[in-house]
Each structure stands twice: as structure tokens, then as C-alpha cells.
């Protein structure tokens, strides 16, 4: 009975930190697209977005600077070739207050020409102030068309999100 009575206890006591809410917004929000034309290589659209609060900003005299890369690097599963774009971003910004606001992000778009196969795509993030990869993320995806004359864009699939 004892024993039932601490097992009940320590739980009662545990509870608090299981119902505790943990937010977690990752660096990085995007989006990727491919529209294939009748011939040739189709075009590979990465779209991302990154708040302000998920960046590192130095005073720079009266202003708040921060700088950032965004790559990504698409391997042909096939043949092993590799495809890359990246984009440099500066962002500067009057005040403290706008460094860590939720509602002002950084935007991009980074193309690149392909093939529809199956690929890996790598995606980092790096704040080049620091000289740190704030994302390193990498998974497979296969680019493949939908046969509907409604859709502009085909749609792209992932698997086995590592």
C-alpha cells in the first residue's frame, strides 16, 4: 500500500512538467516548388523565411546589422552530380525592439534548373557574422509531375524525412 501511495505521489508531483507547453519554432520556414516546361530542364523554386528573433544582430553604430547564407544543394541520386544556390542577406534595422520581433522576417527565393529524378537536398543556414550554421538539414525528395492541366506548379514529394 505504501508503495502505491509514493508511486501515486511522485506522479501527482511529475504532472507539472508534463503538461508543460514547449514552443519550438525552427530558424528556417520554407517552401520548394518544380514546374517542368514541355522540354528541358524543369525549374527547382526554394522559398524561405526567417524572423528577425531567430537572428543574431551587432550594434553597428546607431544601427542593429545581422548577416546571413542561405544555401541549398540538390545531389542527382543517379549520377551524383551536384546542384547549388545560395543567397547572401543583409539586414539592418533601426531599433532594439525590431531585432527581436516575431512579425518581420528575412525573405528569398533561390532557383535551380533540374531534371525530375530523385534527389538529397541539403538546406543550411548560417549567420556569417559568427561564422555559425544556424540549420543544417538534409533529406531525400523526388520531383515528380501531377497530370492535370489545372496545376501550374507540380507538386514535390519528400521521403523518409531524416
Known sequence: ?????????ISFL??????QKFEF?????????????????????FVY??????????KDGDNYTTKIRVSIELQDSSTNTISRANEDKTV????????????????GLLNVNLD???YFLAITLT??????DL?????????????QQTLLFHLVQTENII
Open 92 to 107: 539592418s534595422v533601426d531599433e532594439f525592439d525590431e531585432t527581436v520581433n516575431k512579425n518581420r522576417s528575412v525573405q
Open 116 to 118: 525530375r529524378k530523385k
Open 49 to 58: 523565411r526567417i524572423n528577425y528573433d531567430r537572428l543574431s544582430f551587432l
Open 1 to 9: 500500500m505504501k508503495k502505491l501511495i509514493t508511486i501515486l505521489f
Open 25 to 45: 519554432e525552427p530558424p528556417l520556414f520554407y517552401e520548394y516548388y518544380y514546374s517542368q516546361p514541355d522540354s528541358g530542364k524543369g525549374i527547382f523554386q
Open 14 to 19: 511529475s504532472l507539472p512538467l508534463f503538461c
Open 135 to 147: 540549420l543544417s538539414h538534409g533529406y531525400p525528395l523526388i520531383l515528380q509531375s501531377m497530370k
Open 127 to 132: 549567420d556569417l557574422l559568427a561564422n555559425k
